[in-house]
């Protein structure tokens, strides 16, 4: 036998069943999360800068530390239970797209090297380099019509 609500019956059940939001909680973490991944890197950034490379050099060295660690711990396992904890403070920097791209590597590796790995990897972070790509083109379009 169906059950039938009203409208309003049914908003005021949906309320009562869904799982109560720990904004502030949720929002301190991914706060203090994303703020120990970005530390991490100005660690990086300092000693790179105390060795005396110069500041391209250091942004190069210190993204492909962060990319490379974040990778790591994607193999391990490690940095979905840091995006379990965190949310978005785990994926909104640069480690968050290093995951997104090794996560499904790791995923379809047991369809083979081209057509899972090689095929699957970017399922995720495929459309946010194309987004990037397209739109880098055209801000440099408009700054060169402007300049």
């Given at each position: 036998?169906?059950?039938?609500f009203?409208?309003d019956q049914?908003s005021?059940?949906?309320?009562e069943?869904?799982?109560?939001?720990?904004?502030?909680?949720?929002?301190?973490k991914?706060?203090?999360?994303?703020?120990?991944?970005?530390?991490?890197g100005?660690?990086f950034?300092?000693?790179?800068?105390?060795?005396?490379l110069?500041?391209d050099?250091?942004s190069?060295?210190t993204?492909?530390?962060m990319?490379?660690?974040?990778a790591l711990?994607t193999?391990?396992?490690?940095y979905?239970?840091?995006?379990k904890?965190?949310g978005?403070?785990s994926?909104?920097?640069i480690t968050?797209?290093?995951?997104?791209?090794?996560?499904?590597?790791?995923?379809?590796?047991?369809?083979?090297?081209i057509?899972g790995m090689?095929?699957k990897?970017?399922i995720v972070?495929g459309p946010?380099i194309?987004y990037?790509?397209?739109s880098?083109?055209i801000?440099g379009?408009?700054?060169y019509?402007?300049?």
């Amino acid at each position: 036998m169906k059950k039938s609500f009203t409208k309003d019956q049914y908003s005021k059940y949906v309320e009562e069943i869904s799982p109560k939001s720990k904004l502030f909680s949720n929002v301190l973490k991914a706060f203090l999360v994303g703020g120990i991944i970005c530390d991490i890197g100005q660690l990086f950034i300092n000693l790179l800068k105390n060795k005396g490379l110069d500041n391209d050099a250091v942004s190069a060295i210190t993204s492909i530390i962060m990319i490379f660690l974040a990778a790591l711990l994607t193999g391990l396992n490690v940095y979905d239970e840091i995006g379990k904890f965190a949310g978005a403070g785990s994926i909104v920097p640069i480690t968050g797209f290093a995951n997104s791209v090794v996560s499904p590597a790791m995923e379809f590796k047991s369809e083979g090297y081209i057509l899972g790995m090689g095929a699957k990897m970017f399922i995720v972070a495929g459309p946010v380099i194309v987004y990037g790509i397209c739109s880098s083109i055209i801000a440099g379009i408009i700054h060169y019509l402007i300049t």
